[in-house]
């Protein structure tokens, strides 16, 4: 039990387009999910907390317009990177964290995001 | 939010031998979270911890909530080339449900 899945694995897109993201919790309820981006060998920097049924919080310096964060249902949070630029390029993590029961969080593989 | 200060940072072992590593903190927190990074993939969880002083293990593994609650160590016995990766501390404070990360712990383990 406990998983999460994220779609694309990987991307590559061309400077200027839009590339959506989805994390999908599969076998539980998920009111609040997060966005986390890494960059090699260092730790998972958080970008927001996406909460279903409401705006997403986002951290300091992270730009809301930029990375459009939408959550649908108990089940699946979508990030999109607006107008993407080579400095977006990175690995995107979502974790989900489980409503009922112990307050864990489980994450997605991540995508791997690469801007031409 | 706060980053955790995770040691040691990197540990080059044999096979067999023991692990230990520790995350620190300034403020306490309500819940402790060990999990395992392989390269190009998502952290999977290991060791969840919610009580002070609580002590968890998951086969070869071991965790405790420090009974401060503002740190936690994680023991690895009889190491195994697999054990390879990246471990990452993280805790959640008393607000939010956001995790701060330690840096990381790197282990390599050679046969």
């Known amino acids: 039990g406990a998983v999460v899945s994220q779609h694309p694995s990987r991307v590559i897109c061309k400077s200027g387009t839009s590339v959506k993201i989805e994390c999908r919790s599969l076998?539980?309820?998920?009111?609040?999910m997060f966005w986390y981006r890494q960059f090699p060998k260092q730790s998972l920097m958080l970008m927001a907390t996406?909460?279903?049924?409401?705006?997403?919080?986002?951290e300091q310096g992270v730009e809301k317009d930029k990375f459009l964060i939408n959550h649908a249902s108990l089940t699946l949070s979508t990030l999109t990177v607006t107008s993407a630029h080579p400095e977006d390029s990175s690995f995107y993590i979502c974790s989900a964290r489980v409503d009922r029961g112990t307050d864990t969080q489980y994450f997605g593989p991540g995508t791997r995001l690469t801007v031409l | 939010g706060q980053q955790l200060n995770q040691s040691p940072q990197s540990m080059f072992i044999q096979e067999g031998e023991d692990v230990s590593m520790n995350c620190t903190s300034s403020s306490i927190f309500n819940t402790w979270l060990w999990y395992k990074q392989d390269p190009g993939e998502g952290p999977v969880l290991l060791i969840a911890l919610y009580k002070a002083g609580e002590l968890t293990s998951n086969g070869r593994l071991t965790a405790q909530f420090g009974i401060t609650r503002k740190d936690s160590f994680l023991n690895i016995s009889a190491s195994i080339p697999s054990d390879v990766g990246i471990y990452f501390c993280?805790?959640?404070?008393?607000?939010?449900?956001?995790?701060?990360f330690g840096k990381g712990t790197s282990l390599l383990v050679t046969p």
């Open positions: 993280a805790g959640r404070p008393n607000s939010g449900y956001a995790l701060n």
């Open positions: 076998d539980f309820q998920a009111t609040t």
């Open positions: 996406s909460n279903e049924g409401s705006k997403a919080t986002y």
